[in-house]
């Protein structure tokens, strides 16, 4: 190989592996760069929106906001749809692509939290436990149900009792257990406590809670009533789908 051609060679290769050299346009949304001696150009798309808001009113704002550029029509199969369920509120700005998005969530409160709580775990509470559970955690402003429940007087006891059976006695001893004032314990506790902890969506909601006595073990047990965690779940959100469908926009229960 002559000495021309190799310089030749080495310089090809030395080109092809620096790649493609990119060089300023002045514009950020167009890039150029030189790949083998030639230039190329190309548009690059714009990021990927992918927002967040604190309230239900941002994003309703927001949504009007592309109604007013005539980017959002209820007649364009491909326009801007809104989704929502019990954790968040989803606005797709092009349903065609699904890529634009401005999104709410919605943070349970801890006062709900704890509802759930009781009723997926069932836990057997201790009168100082549901005291404080109830005063402390649930906001129970009741000075009347919650004196009831400090008043309560535990008394145990031993007794003897006899069984006789065919000629044969046996005697055993038997643990007594009652509570003094039990009788005026209610059946069910209501408190007020607010389903979200999200700015604008803290409305709060009224909750019935049965209430159990283990005599025996000196614990209670206290669950929602069932099916009302749920149905208080649902009537928020047919208040937020309420508020969306002052838009053009689709609005639909679910997650996008």
């Not at 614990?219 to 969306?244: E, K, N, S, W, Y």
Request: negative net charge; charged residues 25%.
């Amino acid at each position: 190989m002559m000495l021309k051609e190799l310089l030749e060679t080495i310089q090809e290769t030395a080109v092809n592996a620096a790649g493609p050299q990119p060089f300023l346009t002045g514009d950020p949304r167009r890039l150029a760069y030189a790949l083998d001696g030639k230039a190329f150009d190309r548009v690059i798309p714009p990021p990927v929106r992918s927002h967040a808001v604190n309230t239900l009113a941002d994003l309703i704002a927001y949504a009007q906001r592309t109604q007013e550029i005539g980017a959002c029509s209820a007649e364009d199969d491909s326009g801007p749809v809104v989704w929502h369920d019990h954790g968040q509120v989803v606005l797709v700005l092009d349903d065609d692509d699904r890529r634009d998005t401005v999104t709410l969530d919605l943070t349970y409160s801890r006062p709900w939290s704890q509802l759930a709580a009781l009723g997926d775990t069932r836990e057997m509470l201790t009168q100082e436990e549901l005291i404080r559970l109830l005063r402390v955690e649930l906001g129970l402003d009741n000075a009347g149900v919650l004196g009831q429940f400090r008043k309560l007087d535990w008394r145990t006891g031993a007794g003897e009792s006899v069984d006789i059976q065919a000629s044969k006695q046996s005697l055993g001893r038997t643990i007594e257990a009652a509570v003094q004032g039990v009788e005026k314990l209610p059946d069910k506790v209501s408190v007020l406590v607010p389903i979200y902890e999200t700015a604008g969506e803290t409305a709060s909601y009224a909750v019935d809670l049965i209430v159990e006595v283990d005599a025996r073990n000196q614990r209670f047990l206290l669950v929602p009533t069932p099916g009302m965690l749920r149905g208080r779940l649902d009537q928020h959100q047919a208040d937020i789908h309420a508020r969306l469908s002052t838009l053009d926009c689709p609005v639909y229960f679910g997650r996008a």
